[in-house]
């Protein structure tokens, strides 16, 4: 039994990876004042990118650069139309959501002819994200094993979690960003330079996203090509999971592995004790999105509210 709950564990640490890191590009968005809804758009894209960088490199920090970067273009698109252009940000998110899902869906379909039939990454690249024991660490019981054991990307999730706790509470541009998600008119008086910071941490928070979706496409999908089948709604998961975890980084490591229990649920409760249909396994996480967004929006404090500023767009001229 204690081997069933250890595996099940495991599995949620790896499945809540991604969405980790997804959590955390909208954190950084949302604390600039921006609402990101194209999450799930952004995560095809650092899927597609990550994969086809991969399948022709074959190299790992190359497939990451590069999902990073190209879901880092979709977010530079947004922070454009929003920051500059002052467009409507849950219209121009929606819409990213819609771009990222087809231009991915497009390439990935020539990728997929190009190679005649379903692509899948080299052995060499796949060992490349195979688990790290961490040395001594990794020896000891039970603990060893589910938190000293795992893939490069997991471990790199959870330091910039911590690194962005650091970076948003304790050093000057962090609490810039902070006081631009709360009053850009305030931040603006005090010579802050909104624009810049917002296209920072949009970007940034685009690339995570980015990363979120390749580790679905090199890790989850076991390096092979998988057209419609790989991101599965886990960017809008994200968006929920921002709320859950109170727009706080280090908590997000908890919380996205809670999720990422729920997406393993299916794989470790015998039938023998609860015989449902898979299909409502794969329904959990959304129920429990669903419920997040339902209670957090009933208890409404100050501690679990998102940044005053976010989501509407700043104009100089008025303050």
């Keep these: ?43 095809w894209m650092g899927a597609f990118a990550g994969f086809y960088v991969g399948l022709k490199t074959d190299n790992a920090f190359l497939a990451i650069a590069g999902a990073f ?51 899948r990454l080299s052995e060499k690249l796949s ?10 660490l990794s020896k000891i019981p039970f603990l060893g094993r589910l938190l000293f054991q795992h893939n490069i990307l997991v471990y790199l999730a959870v330091a910039l979690a911590i690194a962005a ?12 960003v902070r006081a631009i998600g709360e009053n850009p008119a305030a931040a603006d008086a005090a010579g802050i330079n909104i624009t810049a910071l917002k296209y920072i941490n949009i970007i940034i928070g685009g690339g ?13 999908a076991n390096g092979s090509w998988q057209p419609g089948g ?4 886990n ?16 908590a ?4 996205s592995f809670i999720f990422g229990a729920f997406s393993s649920l299916s794989h470790y409760v015998p039938a023998s004790v609860i015989d449902l249909p898979i299909a409502i396994y794969q329904m959990l996480p959304f129920i429990l999105t669903t419920v997040v967004l339902i209670i957090t929006s009933i208890k409404k404090n100050r501690d679990n509210c998102q940044p005053a500023g976010c989501g509407i767009n700043y104009y100089r001229e008025e303050r």
Excluded: D, H
């Excluded at 039994?1 to 590009?25: D, K, R, V």
């Excluded at 960017?235 to 706080?248: H, Q, S, T, Y």
């Design 69 to 119: 970067l190209f879901a880092a273009l979709g977010a530079l698109l947004y922070a454009f139309l929003t920051v500059t252009l002052k467009a409507n940000q849950n219209v121009t998110g929606l819409t990213l959501t819609t771009f990222g899902i087809g231009i991915s869906a497009v390439l990935g379909y020539a990728m997929t002819g190009a190679t005649n039939g379903a692509p």
């Design 235 to 250: 960017g809008w998961i994200a968006v929920a999971l921002v709320i859950f975890v109170r727009w706080n980084p280090t």
């Design 230 to 233: 790989i991101v599965n709604g």
């Design 165 to 176: 706790t650091v970076y948003l509470k304790y050093t000057r541009v962090g609490l810039n």
């Design 252 to 255: 997000a490591i908890l919380g």
């Design 1 to 43: 039994m204690s081997q069933q709950l250890l595996n099940f564990l495991y599995a949620s640490i790896l499945s809540g990876a991604p969405l980790l890191f997804a959590t955390l590009g909208e954190i950084l968005t949302q604390k600039a004042g921006n609402l990101n809804l194209g999450v799930e758009g952004m995560m």
């Design 208 to 220: 995570l996203c980015g990363i979120g979706g390749a580790y679905m496409s090199i890790i989850t």
């Design 127 to 136: 060992a490349s994200f195979s688990a790290l024991s961490v040395p001594l």
